[in-house]
């Protein structure tokens, strides 16, 4: 007779009684490409949404040294690439404290593998950053998409999928854990516009690229959901 951590056997239950249908995760990866291809076009083809990227930065060039720069540049520097990966190793220590191989598969490879990815569009789409006032943060990388805002998503929707999928929560709980998790993305994202490290297009291009990456991860979780990853036990 098999024997199951307690907190592996919750997140079982949960993982069985709410995970979203194959088609609702294909419809979502579906969403967040057709996103991003079109603030590709627009940015790159188009003529409208350059001018809004740059009526966007404009405005925020004059933030100055003021109280929301000040909070923006700390949100920024706090999910550098440094600060992420503590992040998730944080986020692995629990999931395998609790014996859900699966999450903790996820949590290892799909965040890396989409930060991955969104330095190989760097390369290939080569956009520039926005120019530069005196008070903005510079950075020698291009600019679409936005790599902050990317690693933002991946380990916030991480957890709210956690939250959602495994973890047992009361609903008014999870509905708070979600939404947190959501504005943690957007404060990221906003932070990135405000200290003038990237335009509003470059930002959103990353959520639909987060979108894609977080519903393909999804879909591999419940395709293993009835093959238990063998993990080893945890320390006393």
């Excluded at 024997?3 to 990866?29: D, Q, T, V, Y």
């Excluded at 014996?99 to 996820?106: F, S």
């Excluded at 943060?137 to 495994?166: D, K, R």
Aim: glycine content about 6%; charged content about 10%.
């Amino acid at each position: 007779m098999s024997h199951r951590h307690p907190s592996s056997r919750i997140a079982h239950r949960a993982s069985h009684h709410s995970s979203p249908s194959p088609c609702a995760l294909l419809s979502l990866a579906i969403a967040g490409a057709a996103g991003f291809v079109a603030l590709a076009l627009a940015v790159f083809r188009g003529t409208w949404f350059p001018g809004l990227d740059a009526m966007v930065h404009r405005h925020f060039a004059f933030a100055g040294d003021g109280v929301l720069y000040q909070a923006m540049c700390w949100t920024s520097h706090l999910h550098d690439t440094g600060f992420v990966v503590i992040y998730l190793m944080l986020l692995c220590v629990f999931l395998w404290r609790r014996h859900e191989g699966r999450w903790l598969a996820a949590a290892l490879v799909s965040p890396l593998g989409a930060m991955a990815m969104n330095w190989v569009l760097k390369q290939v789409f080569e956009r520039p950053r926005p120019p530069r006032w005196p008070s903005a943060a510079v950075s020698s990388t291009f600019s679409f998409p936005s790599g902050h805002t990317i690693a933002a998503a991946m380990l916030y929707g991480l957890v709210a999928c956690h939250v959602l999928l495994a973890s047992g929560m009361g609903p008014r709980a999870r509905a708070g854990a979600v939404t947190l998790c959501a504005l943690a993305v957007a404060a990221v994202a906003f932070s990135r516009v405000v200290v003038g490290a990237h335009y509003l297009s470059d930002v959103l291009a990353s959520v639909c690229e987060g979108m894609v990456w977080l519903a393909l991860t999804m879909l591999w979780i419940r395709r293993r959901q009835h093959a238990p990853m063998p993990l080893a036990s945890a320390p006393p």
